[in-house]
């Protein structure tokens, strides 16, 4: 126990160190230059301002943390299934998967207006655009990683009196893992992006919104204060995703 | 230890290996180089009647077997030898139920033609790579089998348990794949196999990747697992002293098309030590293939041999 401790504090430590630093050269630099706020705050001036209005930005964090989480969860339960379905149906596949790819190289934030006019401007929208954007990223690596296992392991499961489903079961869904958490971290990332940026485009609440008018209003401390949050977020979403790897790929 | 898996013991196992040639039919050394009349004393476990495949359209076709005969009795063990691109894989696929055989042919098990992979579940298979599964430990890769056939997750680990001093694995039940060496990871496999009691085990080259020393070692290992489970075995591999070391028969193919050049029975006596290699008998056993399996190789290295 103490040995991870220590582990995981060579790890922080340098991280934090090289934070510190940057923090400080930066709060050093826009002192020495005076550089006005509107091109670029000092650190502890956004730092205050996050304190200053918590209330009101933990709030929007909270609908937009809550908004990416649930369309990537949607989005990945979708993405995994349809590969699931693409993978069992090959003819499906080969008609299919052109089509994907094509829709994939959009990106998502395109269908913005789109999601707008068809789910309003509450969070049903952004969950949709979530979902979209993280069932793209797992459906295409769940798939490669589905059929990542050799011809000779499949007769091996074939000559053992495997069917269909019990060599997706034991042999092609844990064979996958590595490559669905490879999606899954992809998605992770285009979810937060897909509902900041609709949020900016038309919501009545949420941290795009917040920097949105912020912005209109020239409150570039706040503004800045939101990307800071929205990137906490982030983190900690993503530091999330990684206690759940080491538990989708076990073994390693 | 092993009662286990006394259901798959043949009777035969309990006599002394001496006893066995009485149960092999007294034609024996005419199947050399025909095979068995189905009047046969014994029906052969599976046999091989007429085994074609062709690849591809008639000018440019390519055979890869060509009349292959071949019957193997219950409890014999059978090696096979042959230049590389002979068929013997695909050979294997077929008698697994992998691979249909052409329509002029077929693939007997029990006196009955198999086809459509009907043979699927009833051949226990032992394919080259180890193919085990990383995410599974040695029990859970070695109980896979079991696992497919419906046994109830803690009886298949209780069984696999019990066979792991005999595979050399016993403390490594919660290993990885890749914490263990290349001969232990054979060994899991081998154990799988064996675990997937089928009368009929398909191994192909089984210890090809191993170093001298451990392949040795573990030829030894098999003849006494053999030699107390009696199982059916057709077995693949390149080296001819394993061939002649192993087997009750050793089987020659030809190089492509392939077909069966020879049979050569062993009449080594059993159980086999290390010394046995080095016995006169084995050594002019070995000379004789050699000439035969050579001639061969240089035909499949003139006409280019695997595609």
Known sequence: ?252 | MMTALKGAFRSMADSAPEGAPAERPAAAPTAETTPEPASAPVTPLVEMVNVWKRFGEAPRQTVALAGVDLAIRPGEFVTLIGPSGCGKSTLFNMIAGLADTDADGAVLFKGRPQRDGELLGKVSFMPQKDLLFAWRTVIDNATLALEIEGVPRAQARARAAAMLPDFGLAGFETHYPHQLSGGMRQRVALMRTFLFERELMLLDEPFGALDALTRAMMQRWLLDLWEKHRRTVLFITHDIDEAIFLGDRVVVMTARPGRIKTVETIDLPRPRGAEVVTSPEFIEIKRRLLAIVEEESIKSFSTGGAP
Do not use: C
């Open chain 1, 1 to 252: 126990m103490a040995g991870r401790l220590t582990e995981t504090l060579h790890r922080i430590l340098p991280v934090a160190a090289g934070l510190a630093a940057l923090l400080l050269l930066w709060e050093g630099g826009v002192w020495l230059l005076d550089v006005p706020v509107y091109v670029l705050p000092g650190p502890f001036a956004i730092l205050g301002t996050m304190v200053d209005n918590a209330g009101p930005l933990g709030a929007a964090v909270q609908i937009t943390l809550g908004e990416a989480l649930a369309g990537f969860v949607i989005g990945s339960l979708l993405g995994l299934s349809i590969a699931i379905v693409l993978v069992l149906a090959p003819p499906l596949e080969t008609a299919l998967l052109p089509l994907v790819v094509m829709l994939n190289s959009v990106p998502s934030v395109a269908f913005v207006p789109l999601a707008l006019i068809w789910f309003g401007l509450g969070i049903a929208s952004k969950i949709a655009l979530a979902s979209l954007a993280v069932s793209f990223a797992v459906l295409l690596n769940a798939i490669q990683g589905l059929k990542r296992p050799e011809q000779e392991a499949v007769d091996l499961m074939r000559s053992f009196g495997a069917g269909r489903l019990g060599i997706l079961w034991r042999l092609r869904l844990p064979a996958a893992m590595p490559s669905i958490v490879t999606g899954l971290r992809v998605g992770l990332a285009r979810s937060t992006i897909a509902v900041i940026v609709a949020e900016m485009m038309g919501a009545y609440a949420g941290i795009g919104q917040v920097i949105y008018q912020a912005t209109a209003q020239i409150d570039y401390l706040v503004v800045w204060a939101a990307v800071f949050l929205s990137s906490l977020g982030s983190l900690a979403l993503y530091g999330l995703l990684t206690l759940i790897d080491g538990r989708l790929v076990w073994w390693r």
